[in-house]
């Protein structure tokens, strides 16, 4: 093994022990209400009385999930097995099917709507629960999730899944995923965890209907998603693919080019995973022309015009470890490993939390934590950070 192997290899799993899923464990289960938390701050005040989102409950199970897979460590499996019992008794509708949004500190439905997202990130959490563990339920529960998602977001039409839907699985006004997201019929963001999500199920589950789903969802990616001249993820569109937004998600972009591979790969289909490598490619060296800054982090957003958020939140960094390291194992043009490289030095330099532990919600462009104090919330979660990881321990051993 390589010299820089060996002193990166150490590093990352230190992070991922000692900092990501220690703090998780210490710091945000919930021994009154049950589950976890749904809110701390970056100075470790709890609010016992926030809602409770289905992103943050399944990201936590997937998370612990995957480290017990791994390490077979039963610190890991009795989170994973609080996750699964929280997320299996208070956000599946047993009325109509699928998850609620959102639960109050309760554990009741505060926001009962049917968004496509949550229903995916519950497939992919459920199905690595059963990769660690064969818990047969957990199998079961994904499978019928698939059938739910299939039957009601998928628009049989002009392919691709509708972003949300009512409690009932009605046409709802109000689609969007957060406050930050345009109110549109289609997203990159839903289409690109939904291709997570199957691509996790298909490990376990090979079924011929799974399959073909998996293999139009990365056609649907490659042919209205990725824009052909940019290289770029368009965000948010009508039901026909028509393109409503103009901005550029750098974070999506890396994350995408290295989930779209890893999606063919698994789906097994070698003319699609070629193409895919070849997209891929041309994302992640658009990110890195474009969107990386001098000291190594990876700006938020732009637009036509330029730079529309200088901030570095993150998510992103994490997934452009992944990402341009991925991109050098493809191409083996070292600019790509220097880059991952980069991306992780900034997160040692400026993310990680060295005072309160975990991660800072982001930095502005002077490397100082920005104004969002959240350490856990609905979309704050162990997922990007702790599968970097995870990516990356078994990336650089091979």
Known sequence: MSDWKQQWLPAIEAELKDNILGFWMKHSIDEEKGGFYGYISRELEVDASADKSSVLNTRILWTFASAYRIYKDKQYLRIAERAYAYVTEHFIDREYGGLYWMVDAEG???????????????????????????????????????S?????????????????????????????????????????NTHLHVLEAYTNLYRVW????????????????????????????????????????EHVSYGHDIEGSWLLVEAAEVLGNEALLAESKAIALRMAEATLNEGVDK?????????????????????????????????????GDEKYRDAAQRSWQFIENYIVDKQFGEWHWSVNEDGKPSENVQKVSAWKCPYHNGRACFEMLERLQH
């Open 108 to 146: 009741s439905p505060s926001q009962p709507k049917k968004q496509i997202y949550g229903q995916a990130f519950a497939i992919y959490a459920l199905s690595e629960y059963y990769r660690a563990t064969g818990h047969e339920p957990a199998l079961a529960q994904a499978i019928e999730l698939f």
């Open 148 to 188: 739910v998602l299939e039957k009601h977001g998928y628009d049989p039409i002009h392919k691709g899944y509708v972003e949300a839907l009512s409690r009932e699985w009605e046409q709802t006004d109000d689609l969007s995923l957060s406050n930050k997201d345009l109110n549109e019929k289609k997203s990159m």
């Open 206 to 245: 090979k079924s011929d209907e799974l399959s073909a789903k998996l293999k139009e969802l990365i056609e649907v990616t490659i042919k209205h998603i990725i824009d052909a001249d940019s290289a770029h993820f368009l965000l948010f569109f009508d039901e026909e693919w028509n393109s409503k937004s």
């Open 295 to 331: 000291d190594g982090g990876l700006w938020n957003e732009a637009d036509a015009h330029g730079l529309i958020d200088a901030d570095k939140d993150w998510w992103p960094q994490a997934e452009a470890v992944v990402g341009f390291y991925n991109a050098y194992q493809m191409s």
